[in-house]
């Protein structure tokens, strides 16, 4: 099972993201590295782990007050073989025309959609280099009741993310996985929220989930205690 590590970017800083409350993020203050510069964070975590992937979420970009496609392009140039997923907040086709230029794989948040017919374009323009994220907040899907209800649409890879467990320790929400992975089999389903440590990587592995995006474990120390083994 795959760990991906996230990077959040708020004003051109990583920020703690903590239960979607994006009001109260603040720069992250990290066991790993002093500074909350984005290429100093993700340098870090790389010396920490050979992570194959690295997610970026563009909070400028989702909340539709500018983008960071400089600190992208930063990442892409500095880390040439990191694969990148990124969630910019597309909610329409002309969303990714300026990301076009990067070798990034783009996230469909379904809480940055609000038509149906949206999803099916972006999909279609996308193709495989799409991963469509659903987002819950609690037990409240954010996005189109379409969308999660008909699972035949969704790609390859799909995240499961549950918003107010981000950044809790609370632990994954498995109900909400377990759901998932029964809407549509052989879907890569990837965790997104609460993962504590390398116990909840086991339990997630142990239930056929492909992978997780972890932060606040990776910062703090618990995901990766040393000496640590890769899993």
């Not at 809407?183 to 965790?191: E, N, R």
Request: hydrophobic share 45%.
């Amino acid at each position: 099972m795959e760990i991906i590590p996230v990077i959040d970017l708020l004003n051109q800083q990583v920020v703690h993201a903590k239960r979607g409350e994006r009001q109260h993020y603040r720069p992250i203050r990290s066991s790993l590295c002093a500074s909350s510069a984005p290429l100093a964070v993700v340098a870090a975590m790389l010396e920490l782990y050979p992570f194959e992937h690295l997610y970026i979420a563009d909070l400028d970009a989702i909340q539709r007050r500018g983008h960071h496609i400089e600190i992208v392009s930063q990442i892409r140039r500095h880390h040439p073989a990191l694969g990148i997923w990124l969630d910019a907040g597309l909610s329409s086709i002309s969303d990714i025309h300026a990301w076009q230029t990067l070798a990034v794989d783009l996230v469909v948040g379904s809480e940055s959609l609000t038509d149906f017919s949206d999803y099916l374009a972006l999909k279609e323009a996308l193709g495989p280099r799409m991963i469509l994220s659903l987002d819950f907040d609690g037990d409240r899907f954010r996005g189109p009741a379409q969308l999660l209800h008909q699972p035949s649409v969704w790609p390859e890879r799909v995240i499961a993310m549950t918003l107010t467990r981000v950044g809790s320790a609370e632990g994954p929400d498995m109900a909400l996985l377990e759901t998932i992975q029964h809407q549509q089999p052989g879907t890569k389903v990837i965790a997104a929220g609460g993962v504590r440590n390398m116990q909840d990587i086991d339990t997630l592995a142990a239930k056929g989930i492909h992978g997780a995006l972890v932060a606040s474990a990776i910062h703090d120390g618990s995901l990766f205690p040393m000496p640590f083994s890769k899993p």
